[in-house]
C-alpha cells in the first residue's frame, strides 16, 4: 500500500512558467513532509520541507504548500529554470512514532527551452 | 567537505557471494540510513540507525543487514544476494533523523547474477 503517492510519472513545464509537482499521502500521522531533486547519476538532494503545524514553506523560487485536510502537497517553482530538469520524490515521516521516512516514487520534471 | 561516501560505486557478483557495501560520513550525524532505488518504485528505506549500535527496519529490510559500531559509519550487508537485490543503493545521513535534510551518498549500483 503506497503511503505517498505521486501520480505524475513525468511533467514538462516551459522555462519561466511554473511547475507545480504533486504529491499525496494516506497516513494523516505523517507530521513531516520534504521534497527532494535528484539528477542522473547523483544522489538526492534535500530542496525544502514543511512541518505539519504549517501550511507554506518558501525559499527563494522553491514553494511547498500543505493542505492537511486533503492529505495533499505541491512544490511550486517559480520561474522553472533549465537547471531544474530532474527527477523530484517527496517524503513524508511520523517522528513522534518512528523515525522511518517513506518515500514516493517521483515526477520527472522536463523544463522546455 | 561535508559528504557521504559509499564504496564501491559498481558492483557485479553472483548469487550467494556475500558483500558488504560502505557507507561513512564526516558531519558527526546521528542518523543514518540506506535505500534502495528501482524503476518505477522509488526510493525505499532498507534499513536506519538514530545512533551508535541502535539500528532499526526501513520497508524493505530482508536480505540486508547492517550495523553501526561507530558514528561514521553504516555498512550494508548482503549476506547472499539474490537476483532481486539489484539494484541502486544510496547512504544517506542527517543530523537527528528523517525530518532534518538528510545528505545523500553518490550511490552504488549492485548487479546479482
Known amino acids: 500500500d503506497q503511503q505517498v503517492k505521486q501520480n505524475s510519472p513525468s511533467l514538462s513545464v516551459q522555462e519561466g512558467r511554473i511547475s507545480i509537482l504533486n504529491c499525496d499521502y494516506t497516513n494523516s500521522m505523517f507530521d513531516y513532509f520534504l521534497w527532494y531533486k535528484k539528477y542522473p547519476a547523483e544522489g538526492p538532494t534535500f530542496l525544502i520541507s514543511i512541518s505539519s503545524i504549517k501550511d507554506k514553506n518558501e525559499d527563494g523560487r522553491f514553494t511547498v504548500f500543505l493542505n492537511k485536510s486533503a492529505k495533499h502537497l505541491s512544490l511550486h517553482i517559480v520561474p522553472s529554470q533549465p537547471g531544474d530538469s530532474a527527477v523530484y520524490f517527496c517524503a513524508a515521516s511520523d517522528v513522534n512514532r518512528d523515525d522511518k521516512i517513506i518515500f514516493g516514487k517521483g515526477t520527472r520534471l522536463h523544463i522546455l527551452p | 567537505e561535508a559528504q557521504v561516501t559509499q564504496n564501491p560505486r559498481y558492483l557485479i557478483t553472483v548469487t550467494g557471494k556475500k558483500l558488504t557495501v560502505t557507507c561513512s560520513q564526516n558531519?558527526?550525524?546521528?542518523?543514518m540510513s540506506w535505500y534502495r532505488q528501482d524503476p518505477g518504485l522509488g526510493l525505499r528505506q532498507i534499513y536506519y540507525s538514530m545512533n551508535v549500535e541502535v539500528t532499526d527496519k526501513g520497508d524493505v529490510p530482508e536480505g540486508y543487514k547492517v550495523s553501526r559500531k561507530e558514528k561514521r559509519n553504516f555498512p550494508l550487508i548482503l549476506e547472499s544476494p539474490s537476483p532481486n537485490q539489484t539494484s541502486l543503493y544510496f547512504c544517506?545521513?542527517?543530523?537527528?533523523?528523517?525530518?532534518?535534510?538528510?545528505?545523500f551518498g553518490p550511490g552504488t549500483r549492485l548487479t546479482v547474477t
Open positions: 558531519m558527526n550525524h546521528e542518523y
Open positions: 544517506a545521513s542527517s543530523l537527528t533523523g528523517p525530518s532534518y535534510e538528510q545528505y
